[in-house]
């Protein structure tokens, strides 16, 4: 019965044990790229976990699509049909203008912009830890995601992909206090650092002086200089700048233009891998590199 | 006597649950207060089993935590192995406590692992403590008597002993 006192090892050394591991995995972890495998390898294993927890909220879905009312559904379409031809739209107009900007670059004997490849994600799990800002994708390195890889929603940039297992992805949001993303004021051009710090609804900007030309309402978007994100997206808006002499820099906070804090469907990015046709999820996208 | 392979199952099985509990999505007013599920369902069988479940089951389900959250590796393991050592040490005294102060218990040992994985978020990345940072501690006691009468139910229906 008693076989708490026969054991080969003491709970006391269990515990040393695990706690020595523990430390080692942490230091390990800490030391970024040593780990990187396992990691893959243990999100892996996961995922099956992450998978399961979403299935009640999915059937949920599901029961209260198939107890939708024709007329709602009818409203609906109604709706996205007016929207895609508005946005159709605009589309024509910005083609014209595409074309017209790489004649102009072409003339300018400038470099053409890449464009990018795109596959939609769904958010399949949002973080409860309360120390860290990020979501968990349903792509993963069977859709040749890959770490570092730019994600954005519909109306802005989201995050970056942080690890990646077999089917899923984790995405570490802007707005988490270890990322920092470079960008550029709509306006002035001004390049600064838009830093994370814990909040979904607010960025800091780092280092602008007090002279600076930045203006409450300002866009920002990315400005490409970190080699991460592609250029020309939008961050945030500014909302607030303070200026108090007795520090170094203005204080300027800044709100992300993408909804971090309900955030479902994304956009995984490939950069400057040829056109811009596939957006459908399920879609292969065409020879990604990095 | 023998750990039979459906016995181990009807464990791991549980297990799983307090890991799809800890990670289901919820809506944002109730996300603050999600009781630590993987912790509790492992301390039941701390507490039930403590020559089968201990330390090293705790340091497992504390690293799918981790890898889960997406916090560093080792943090919540360590905590994790930490709270199943004392439970392992004083077994028998909690099983005889009541329901409520096995909840006030729990409410405790929470708050401790909750402070062991902040004070490493601090000295690792800074980290910044909330004020609903521990609510889960609340919500957990409150909901302890419900799960441990469950999983009393579960092991008496399967005979694990």
């Known amino acids: ?290 | 006597m023998r750990f039979s392979f459906g016995q181990r199952m009807v464990v791991y099985l549980t297990l799983l649950a307090g890991l799809i509990l800890a990670v289901m999505p919820m809506s944002a007013g109730l996300q603050a207060w999600r009781p630590e599920w993987a912790l509790m369902i492992v301390i039941y069988w701390v507490i039930a089993l403590p020559h089968r479940v201990n330390i090293g089951t705790c340091f497992v389900i504390g690293l799918a935590t981790d890898v889960l959250l997406g916090s560093h590796l080792g943090i919540h393991a360590a905590a994790y192995s930490f709270i199943g050592f004392i439970f392992a040490n004083h077994y028998k005294r909690v099983r005889n406590f009541s329901l409520s102060q096995q909840g006030l218990f729990i409410l405790v040992m929470v708050m401790v692992e909750r402070s062991i994985v902040y004070l490493v978020e601090y000295y690792v990345n800074n980290a910044q403590m909330t004020s609903s940072y521990f609510f889960p501690a609340l919500s957990s006691a409150v909901i302890w008597p419900w799960l441990f009468l469950l999983m009393r139910k579960i092991r008496r229906r399967f005979g694990v002993v």
């Open chain 1, 1 to 290: 019965m008693n076989q708490l006192f026969n054991q080969a090892i003491s709970l006391r050394g269990r515990l040393t044990l695990a706690l020595v591991l523990a430390f080692l995995l942490l230091i390990l972890d800490l030391r970024m790229g040593a780990m990187q495998q396992v990691r893959m390898v243990l999100n892996s294993v996961v995922s099956p976990v992450q998978y399961l927890a979403v299935v009640p909220e999915q059937t949920l879905q599901r029961v209260y699509n198939s107890l939708r009312t024709k007329h709602s559904l009818l409203t609906e379409n109604q709706q996205l049909t007016n929207q895609m031809l508005d946005l159709q739209g605009r589309v024509q107009r910005f083609e014209f203008l595409s074309q017209e900007n790489q004649r102009l670059r072409s003339l300018l004997a400038s470099e053409s912009q890449a464009e990018s490849t795109r596959m939609v994600a769904e958010v399949i799990a949002v973080d409860s830890d309360p120390f860290s800002q990020q979501v968990v994708i349903n792509k993963g390195l069977l859709h040749d995601v890959f770490l570092g890889q730019p994600v954005i929603d519909d109306s802005g940039i989201v995050g970056q992909v942080s690890s990646v297992g077999a089917t899923t992805a984790r995405v570490i949001l802007i707005s988490d206090a270890s990322h920092g993303i470079p960008t550029r004021s709509e306006r002035s051009g001004i390049r600064v650092i838009a830093q994370g710090v814990g909040d979904t609804q607010r960025l800091e900007l780092m280092h602008v002086p007090h002279s600076t030309e930045l203006e409450v309402g300002e866009l920002l978007f990315s400005s490409a200089l970190g080699g991460v994100f592609p250029e020309g997206y939008p961050v945030a808006q500014i909302s607030r700048i303070r200026r108090d002499e007795s520090l170094p820099f203005a204080q300027v906070e800044a709100r992300p233009v993408a909804q971090l804090d309900r955030v479902r469907m994304v956009l995984l990015l490939w950069p400057g891998v040829g056109d811009e046709s596939d957006m459908n999820g399920d879609m292969m996208p065409q020879e990604p590199d990095q």
